[in-house]
């Protein structure tokens, strides 16, 4: 009777129920293997069904079935997720605020590639500060790999940038010039 009273007393005010449910549910693995697992599963099984590699539902969800318990079998994937998707939240959130600031000064009639690529690169860094972030807690010595070659990655990452930037404004050529495979027809002069 007390434990019932005390677990009503626990779970009076809405924001405690709520954690209180998650906290279960982390206790019982849910985050930790179950939502990976779906996570992992869905995928293999989409890219597979996607590729018709086999085309056959039930070979798809059987290697779908083992790529993801095996890639649970170690701690390594729960604690990634743990550290990824946090911070995927925070990118997007990020992300979401600088469309909706970035919209109130953007003009509305007008069709901008250099608004699009700037939102592009502003999505790509988001996205790379996330990925190197995640990696930190793991052993793959990301910080001091990026300590000894970040300037080289970066000026390599501007160079290939203003590279597809300008390709991507420079307007498509008229056809009909002269090209060097086709042969001078000159004009009869009889």
């Known amino acids: ?9 626990s779970y009076s005010s809405g924001s405690s129920a709520i954690s209180g449910v998650l906290d279960t549910w982390a206790k019982a693995g849910v985050f930790s293997y179950m939502i990976p697992f779906l996570l ?5 099984f989409g890219i597979l069904s996607k590729t018709k590699l086999f085309d056959n539902k039930s070979i798809n969800a059987i290697i779908s079935l083992a790529v993801a318990l095996l890639a649970l079998q170690f701690s390594a994937v729960p604690e990634f997720f743990s ?3 946090p911070k995927v939240g925070i990118g997007l959130a990020f992300i979401l605020a600088f469309a ?91």
């Open 83 to 85: 550290q990824i998707f």
């Open 100 to 190: 909706i600031l970035f919209g109130l000064f953007m003009p509305k009639d007008k069709k901008n590639n250099g608004i699009n690529i700037l939102l592009f690169l502003v999505g790509f860094a988001i996205f790379a500060v996330v990925i190197i972030s995640s990696f930190e807690g793991f052993s793959f010595q990301v910080n001091e790999f990026l300590q000894k070659n970040g300037v080289l990655l970066l000026t390599i990452g501007i160079v290939v940038g203003v590279i597809v930037i300008v390709t991507s404004l420079e307007k498509p050529r008229d056809k009909r010039k002269f090209n060097v495979a086709t042969p001078l027809i000159l004009p009869n002069d009889d």
């Open 40 to 44: 992992i599963f869905s995928l293999v």
């Open 1 to 9: 009777m007390i434990k019932g009273l005390l677990f009503l007393v």
